[in-house]
Each structure stands twice: as C-alpha cells, then as structure tokens.
C-alpha cells in the first residue's frame, strides 16, 4: 500500500463535492441481501445482481456493511484484514465489478471501515500480544493488572461484562469495547494511525466513494484509565444498549467520546480531501452527549461530512414534538454541521415492528414518517427491506447467530430480527433469497411483502418510496435547503424547506385522527407528484389521519 502521507490524486474542480449532503444512502447487509452462489449467504455478486432494483429506488447511494476477510464472530465487524474481501462474499475482482456497475447506473458506493478495533486473530494483534517489547506492542490497549488481579478500572464493554480480557502471553490485560474477540486498537499511537488511513487509501485507490464509520467516537480513550462515574438512574436510557445492559449504568467520559479524536478526524478528512469528491459518516453511540459529539465532529468542514447518532433509532416512539426537539437541538449545537438522519439499520429492531405495529393502519404510517425522514434537514440512510416495510423476524433461540441476543436473551433478542434475508419472489424458495437453507430463516409473514408482490402497485410502500424519492429529487429545497418549523400541536409537525428560491411548506399528521396545521396567511398552492392528497384554497392545512402536505403559500 502508498503511505497515506502522500497524495496520489486531485480533485475534479468539475465534480460536485457536496454531493452527500442530503444524498439518500440506501443500506445492504451483505449477508442478507442476495445469495449467488447457493451457500444460504448472501454476497458482492448477489448485491450486483440487485443494483438494477436499487437504482430504480432513486436513492443516491449504497452503504455495504462490512465484508472483508473475517472470523465472524460478529459478521464482520471483526475484520481480519482490511485490504481483502472474505471468500464468503466473493473476491477483490467481484468488489471491483460491483464499484464499476453502480457507477454505471449513477450510484455512490460507500463502505463500512471498522478502525476502532480489529478480530484477535489479526496479524497485528497476534504480534502485539507476543510480548511486551515487539514492535506493534503498543499498537492495542493494553494495562496492567490492579494489585488483586482484577481488571484496571470500571470500564464495560457494551456486549456484556468487563471491557478487559485477560491475556496470558503478556501477562496484562487488553481492552475490548465490544466482544473480547474485538481487541481495541490504541489511536494514540501515530503508527496505528498511519496504517488505518493507508488502509483508507487503498478503497478510495479502488473507486469508493465514501465511507461509514462505525462506532467513530470509540476510537480515542483516557491514558489516565480513570474509572467512569455512575450515572444518576433518571439519566440513563436505552438508545446505545438496551435497557437490560447494566452499561448504560456508567457515565461513559473516560472510554469513549475523547477530545483527542477530533485530531485523528482532521488528518482522516484531509486524506479524503485529496479526492475528487469522497465523504464520510460516523456512527456515533453516546446515550448522553449523542448530538453535542456529531457537532464537533461535524464541524467546520475540517473532520467528516456527517454522522447519525440513535435519536431515532432508539425504542422510545417518533412523536412530533421530539422530531422537532432533536432538529431544533441539533440546529443550536451544530449551525454548521450536518446530520445523517435514519429510522432502522442492521442494529436495532425495524421500524415496521418498533413503532408501526400498533398503528391503526401501519401502511400509512410508515408512509407518512418516510416522508418526514426525506423532508428533515440532512442526509438520509433507509436499511434493506424497510421499503417493504418489512417487520422484525420471531426466531426461535436455536435459531440466533447474534453474540449480543445469545447473551442476554429473552430481555434482549438481539439483532438478529432485523437481519433476515431480503424477500424478492413471494413465490419462490426462500423468498428468492437463496435456493439452499439461508443463514437466518426468511418469515413466512414476510413472503407476501417481497419485491413482486408491491412492484407496480401504486398503493404498496415500495412503489410510495420510490414516488417520494423522485418527488425529492425535482425539489433540492428538501436535499440542501435550511429548515424553519411552524408551530404546530399534538400529532403534527410542520416546517418549510428553503434553498435559493424555493421555499417549500411541509406538514405531516403522525396520528390516525384528521388534523388542522395553520402554516400562514395566503393561498396554499399544493404541489403534486408525492402521493399524499393536496389541497388548495386558504386557512389552515387539513391533513387526514397519516396524512401529509406539500406546497407554497402564495
């Protein structure tokens, strides 16, 4: 690989470097999208074979979750070696056909960089654990013991239990945020830098076009090891681990979310900048200073481009007056920065089932709060299946993968409900998934919501997503623009949109009851092509139950 130090490639002045912001990501978990090969397991072929169905969506880009070389201990997410595809998912060569076809069909393609930690048995961990004195023995966290043998502070790792492990060879213990099969890389240590951004290099060499960042504000931790401090109960919540997690007991300002990383978040930004028109977006995971930690890192346009934190992705329902609170909080605390908004991914229950199930008609409720997601101010990810508004899978406990739902079942059932395979044939075995026995079992209750069934259906979800992101695209007021919100009670919500000339009104009624919103004097010009019902005339705008309005006041 180049060093990461030097450049090897120069904007295009011609290319639009703004392209992320407001850009609709459209997220594959690999395993679970399209089996080519007849394995149960899905993979890069399978995702080229599907592009077609992604471009006609209208979505600007793909974010592939991770499939380097791995001993999947957590699927991926403990990465073996960064430069290579695992054969699980195909080759180098697959990954390069699959970068050239989305480009064709006018996608971005993002991928997953896991920096914060690697598998255990990486190269370099099995180096750095072999003694106290090779040259990668600082290139993980590692700490002594305390007097009694126990381990150096408090810290927990979000999948249950101490954040330490033991290690024998060197007689210390490592640290782990998250499975002791993940061993934390050390970022103060320049040289582990230098390699994660030569890493970098070598995808962006490869034609990405961006980034996610997992777990972004874990990279940086204390030097000083202090104990974390408790938090107060009427504190804690549940949008980082759940409820059951005794880690949402601890105040986490020593393990994670470090001033230092802002630095490493500079020298990354700086490398992307070399190129044509690159981004990034951090996960950030922080229950307590979730939006404070995307303002810093978002900052300036000097670190990356955009990060989600899990205000929406939490339990806790979508409601009107918390869609303004975040927005109006997020506004103070990061007039400069940008946000990547979404209500599902890989990690958590899918909205379908959080929030829709007990709707009056779950249909046109997840059509309403998809229109409110790509009409907020910001980026948008929509995960796989959440445009068939597919709901979270029952599985039985033999039937888990997931370390997280096998440790703290049934409280917790982990993450596996949501990663099921994605249904395109009603009719066809395993939803047309795979022709041989899948990874995870594809519902039956998902089967009459495949691709087949809701194409060409003007009244399915799927053809609303795909209506509603055309409607998006004629009007860069909902990608770009500044938002302003209207007062509104109960149920609705409403503001204007405005970039350049446009200004454009949006109102939304998130209950099954009619609503009345008085957005302003004048006329009200609905605008068309979205699929809500318009209205024109004066007074106030008459939504039905789950409805929605677009439009200009004259």
Same mark, same amino acid.
């Given at each position: 690989m180049q060093s990461a130090l030097k450049a090897t490639s120069r904007p295009d002045p011609a290319t639009d470097r703004d392209w992320w912001r407001g850009a609709v990501i459209y997220q594959i978990y690999p395993r679970s999208y399209q089996d080519s090969n007849g394995d149960g397991i899905g993979d890069l072929r399978g995702i080229v074979q599907r592009l077609p169905y992604i471009a006609s969506l209208g979505v600007d880009a793909i974010w592939i979750s991770p499939f380097f070389k791995s001993p %999947? #201990?957590?699927? =991926? @997410?403990?990465?073996?070696? &960064?430069?290579?595809?695992?054969? %699980?998912?195909?080759?180098?060569?697959?990954?390069?056909?699959?970068?050239?076809? /989305?480009?064709?069909?006018?996608? #971005?393609? %993002?991928?997953?960089?896991?920096?914060?930690?690697?598998?255990?048995?990486?190269?370099?961990?099995?180096?750095?654990?072999?003694?106290?004195?090779?040259?990668?023995?600082?290139?993980?966290?590692?700490?002594?013991?305390?007097?009694? *043998?126990?381990?150096?502070?408090?810290?927990?790792?979000?999948? *249950? *239990?101490? /954040?330490?492990?033991?290690?024998?060879?060197? +007689? !210390?213990? &490592? %640290?782990?945020?998250?499975?002791?099969?993940?061993?934390? $890389?050390?970022?103060?240590?320049?040289?582990? +830098?230098?390699?994660?951004l030569d890493i970098t290099r070598f995808w962006l060499e490869r034609g990405v076009d961006g980034f996610r960042l997992d777990t972004i504000n874990f990279y940086f931790h204390s030097q000083?090891?202090?104990?974390?401090?408790?938090?107060?109960?009427?504190?804690?919540?549940?949008?980082? /681990?759940?409820?059951?997690?005794?880690?949402?007991? !601890?105040?986490?300002?020593?393990? #994670?979310?470090?001033?230092?990383?802002? =630095?490493?978040?500079?020298?990354?930004?700086?490398?992307?900048?070399? &190129?044509?028109?690159? /981004?990034?977006?951090?996960?950030? =995971?922080?229950? +307590?200073? =979730?939006?404070?930690?995307?303002?810093?890192?978002?900052?300036?346009?000097?670190?990356?481009?955009m990060c989600y934190s899990f205000d929406f992705l939490a339990p806790e329902k979508i409601s009107a007056a918390k869609v303004r609170a975040v927005l109006e909080a997020f506004g103070r605390v990061a007039s400069d920065g940008w946000s990547c908004w979404a209500f599902s991914n890989h990690d958590v229950m899918r909205v379908a089932s959080r929030w829709a199930a007990n709707e009056a008609d779950p249909t046109a409720y997840l059509k309403v709060i998809s229109a409110l997601l790509m009409s907020l101010r910001g980026s948008v990810c929509i995960y796989q299946g959440e445009e068939l508004g597919l709901g979270e899978a029952e599985l039985k406990f033999e039937d888990l993968q997931d370390p997280y739902g096998i440790r703290f079942w049934p409280e917790f059932k982990g993450r596996d409900g949501c990663r099921t395979p994605m249904v395109w044939e009603a009719a066809a075995k395993n939803g047309g998934f795979s022709a041989a026995k899948p990874w995870l079992p594809v519902p039956g209750k998902h089967l009459s919501q495949a691709v087949n069934v +809701?194409? *060409?259906?003007?009244?399915? $979800? $799927?053809?609303? @997503?795909?209506r509603f992101l055309a409607f998006r695209r004629q009007h860069p007021a909902l990608a770009k623009g500044e938002i302003d919100f209207i007062a509104s009670d109960g149920d609705t919500v409403a503001f204007t949109r405005r970039e350049g000339n446009e200004r454009i009104v949006c109102a939304f009624n998130l209950g099954s009851k009619p609503a009345e919103i008085n957005v302003g004097p004048g006329a009200l010009q609905a605008l068309p092509g979205h699929g809500f019902s318009g209205q024109t005339g004066s007074g106030p705008v008459r939504l039905g139950g789950y409805g929605a309005w677009f439009g200009r006041i004259d």
């Open positions: %999947m #201990k957590d699927f =991926g @997410y403990d990465v073996s070696d &960064y430069c290579d595809v695992d054969p %699980m998912f195909g080759t180098l060569a697959d990954f390069d056909a699959l970068v050239a076809e /989305a480009h064709r069909l006018g996608l #971005k393609v %993002m991928i997953d960089e896991v920096l914060s930690h690697t598998a255990d048995i990486h190269p370099w961990f099995k180096e750095s654990r072999s003694s106290r004195n090779n040259p990668k023995a600082d290139w993980y966290v590692w700490a002594d013991a305390k007097p009694d *043998g126990t381990p150096p502070n408090n810290w927990l790792s979000i999948f *249950g *239990g101490s /954040a330490w492990q033991w290690d024998t060879s060197r +007689q !210390q213990y &490592y %640290m782990h945020n998250f499975l002791a099969e993940q061993p934390d $890389l050390n970022f103060h240590n320049r040289e582990v +830098q230098d390699a994660l000083g090891l202090e104990d974390n401090p408790p938090l107060p109960p009427e504190q804690r919540n549940d949008q980082t /681990a759940p409820a059951v997690n005794p880690y949402n007991y !601890q105040d986490h300002i020593y393990d #994670k979310s470090r001033p230092e990383n802002l =630095g490493f978040l500079e020298r990354f930004r700086a490398l992307l900048d070399e &190129y044509p028109a690159q /981004a990034a977006v951090g996960e950030v =995971g922080d229950s +307590q200073r =979730g939006l404070e930690v995307v303002a810093a890192y978002t900052a300036d346009g000097k670190r990356v481009h +809701q194409q *060409g259906d003007a009244n399915s $979800l $799927l053809e609303h @997503y795909r």
